[in-house]
């Protein structure tokens, strides 16, 4: 989650990319930096500083830039610490180029080993600096390519030596020599890229996190949001994904990556500032559910090696001993966060093999509470000044436990009490039907179980890499998810909009994933729903069932797990018991799952995954069915009646 503002135009650049900034600072905060260029200069100029953004407005005070093009960036670490030398931009061996880069490069390891068996030397253990050196690579071997082919014209064909031509000039422009770089790249990415040997030119490139683009007077702006230059431009061009566009100051180009034209049309923007940030989503609940892939890898960048399966929550503020030595765990949270509350329960009990109870955080003073020294409180809320959460974490507390908060906002109330922290990384969530909150949650409490897990020895090396990686595939299977199954949760909310009540049916960790998708349905649509545990069908809800009653039933499996596949035998009785009473189904399962498709009205398929992994696959169908029913209702999607994003009294 980064900031990036870029200008090319006639005005002094800085103040342009520091005011852009400061109005995309809650994307990244803990470094920034901005590269500034003069034509005639030899290199940009740089400065970068760890820290809040007033500190790099510091460093500029005291080592002031001048310019008339340039790039800046506020950072959210990922890989690297938040120091100055890890802070965005990021420059190539020779300092004529520069890059800042929001998202990952998943292969950067890859290419840092082939970039440095080429000769190039890296300073920073960011996986950006790579796409710095990597560009100057394919520039430096145009170059070499046409001084060695000019050479056989003359002389014979040489062999090629990589370490000719030192004083080599780029034979490509910048945007060629981009292009190559992009599909040389695994991850998800957006790119601001500057060469000092080609002034007045900004390179943007997106695959995966938003870049926006802004047409003014004989200036023009790059940003990774529509608030950071929307005080300079209305006439904005949202970039797709494997776009580029060329900015210079005889205009805008776009092309896709492999080098074709397209056309750049701007669209005149007239919300104001809190629209702004819908980024031309009609709702912010459905932005926020697209956002997902990003929240979530947001949430795990920095946090997990590959390479060895470690989990590093040092921001957590526990020693390993304080891990190693509790007895159970008590977890308090409200509303959807109670909801993540009970997965995270399954999680941490599955794979660290400690006892975990849940409370909803209203209620847990009231229950008179156990004292145990050794366990271990955890709290989760989106906003960090939730007033039941704060007073069950006060309890704990007095009860003598150390505290964990997993909490969206940096410095929220619920942090400064707590012993340590893991933040979300979800950004602002707008709308009051939280969605990427709750998904970045179970994702952060996934971190906690495996980081648990192997405090305590519970996994072995193999198993953590293999959690590890299934991890980080899932954002990717979601926003494959989301463009497949978008449409078929519209036309589903064509036919059930009219129901006057719901029931959503799960087993295990997939209940309260029922119990999530109940809430986004009545919190929004104003629908009755009710969450269940499946196998309690018979012992009432039975009585409900008739030809008018829509019936969500998560009805998903792990094949490669004993245990998913005995639970999917027992939620295949319950759908028959639902079907022979003449019940509505609609089934959550996994591609492929042949038998479920056989028994029901309607099939949504999501991607196949490890069984604690399948909530985050799950629940983005059914956050889409409640919206586009409430929009089919015409309900306040983002501000439903009665409700608010933050409950701050009891």
């Known amino acids: 989650m980064c900031g990036i503002v870029g200008y090319v135009g006639s005005k002094e650049v800085v103040p342009v990319i520091l005011e852009g900034l400061r109005r995309l600072e809650y994307r990244g905060y803990d470094s920034a930096g901005i590269a500034v260029g003069t034509e005639g200069q030899a290199t940009l100029s740089v400065r970068r500083a760890p820290g809040k953004l007033r500190n790099i407005e510091q460093v500029l005070r005291d080592h002031p830039l001048h310019g008339t093009y340039g790039i800046g960036h506020t950072r959210w670490a990922t890989h690297g610490r938040p120091t100055e030398e890890n802070a965005h931009p990021h420059r190539d061996c020779t300092g004529r180029i520069v890059v800042v880069h ?51 014209e003359t002389a014979g064909a040489p062999s090629f030596d990589r370490s000719v031509g030192q004083g080599w000039v780029p034979t490509i422009p910048l945007e060629a020599a981009v292009r190559q770089a992009v599909k040389r790249l695994t991850g998800a990415f957006a790119l601001g890229v500057l060469s000092s040997l080609e002034p007045d ?98 949430t795990t960048l920095g946090r997990i090696s590959l390479d060895s399966g ?47 109870e849940v409370d909803y955080a209203s209620e847990y003073r009231y229950r008179g509470p156990i004292a145990d020294p050794n366990a271990l409180g955890l709290l989760i809320t989106q906003s960090g000044e939730t007033a039941d959460t704060l007073a069950a974490q006060r309890e704990m507390i007095a009860l003598g436990s150390k505290t964990v908060a997993i909490c969206n906002v940096v410095g929220a109330m619920i942090t400064r009490d707590a012993s340590g922290t893991i ?107 009710e969450g269940y545990p ?56 996994v591609e492929g799952q042949e038998d479920i498709a056989q028994l029901v009205e309607h099939v949504i398929s999501i991607p196949k995954a490890p069984e604690l992994l399948l909530p985050l696959l799950e629940i983005v169908p059914l956050q889409l069915l409640a919206y586009h029913i409430a929009v089919r209702r015409g309900c306040d999607v983002d501000q439903p009646r009665n409700l608010a994003k933050s409950v701050t009294v009891e």
């Not at 995966?208 to 608030?227: C, M, N, Q, R």
């Not at 490669?560 to 319950?574: P, V």
């Open 534 to 589: 499946a196998g309690e069908m018979k012992h009432g809800p039975n009585a409900l069932i008739d030809e008018t009653l829509p019936v969500v039933v998560l009805a998903t499996q792990d094949h490669t797990d004993s245990g998913s596949r005995l639970r999917y035998e027992k939620t295949l009785s319950n759908v028959q018991e639902v079907t022979a009473r003449s019940g509505r189904v609609i089934a959550i399962a």
């Open 201 to 298: 030119k900004i390179i943007a490139a997106r695959f995966g996190p938003p870049v926006v683009l802004g047409i003014g007077e004989g200036e023009y702006f790059v940003a990774s949001d529509v608030p950071g230059i929307l005080h300079h431009t209305r006439n904005i061009v949202f970039l797709n994904d494997g776009e580029m566009a060329i900015l210079t100051l005889g205009g805008v180009q776009i092309t896709d990556f492999e080098g074709k034209s397209l056309p750049v049309k701007p669209q005149r923007i007239l919300w104001d500032p809190i629209q702004a940030e819908k980024g031309g989503y009609k709702h912010f609940m459905l932005k926020e559910i697209w956002e997902q892939p990003r929240a979530i890898r947001d």
């Open 102 to 152: 929001n998202g990952i490069v998943e292969n950067y390891l890859e290419l840092k080993r082939e970039l440095t068996a080429q000769g190039h030397v890296f300073v920073t253990e960011t996986d950006t600096e790579i796409i710095a050196h990597l560009i100057e690579q394919i520039q430096k071997e145009s170059s070499l390519q046409k001084e060695s082919s000019a050479h056989s």
């Open 423 to 529: 933040y979300t990384h979800a950004g602002p969530e707008i709308g009051v039907a939280s969605t990427k909150a709750f998904t970045s949650q179970i994702t952060a409490l996934f971190l906690f179980a495996l980081h648990l897990a192997q405090v305590r020895g519970q996994l072995t090396t193999a198993e953590s890499m293999a959690l590890v990686e299934e991890l980080s595939r899932i954002p990717t299977k979601i926003e494959e998810m989301l463009k497949r199954i978008s449409a078929q949760c519209e036309e589903l909310a064509r036919s059930f909009s009219h129901a006057r009540d719901f029931l959503y049916l799960g087993r295990g960790i997939h209940f309260p994933i029922a119990l999530e998708g109940a809430l986004k349905l009545k919190e929004i649509s104003y629908i009755h729903a």
């Open 310 to 356: 470690q989990v590093f929550l040092a921001e957590m503020g526990l020693k390993p001993e304080d891990l190693a030595q509790a007895t159970s765990i008590n977890i308090a949270a409200c509303g959807t966060s109670w909801h993540a509350a009970l997965a995270g329960k399954y999680i941490i009990e599955r794979l660290a093999r400690l006892p975990v």
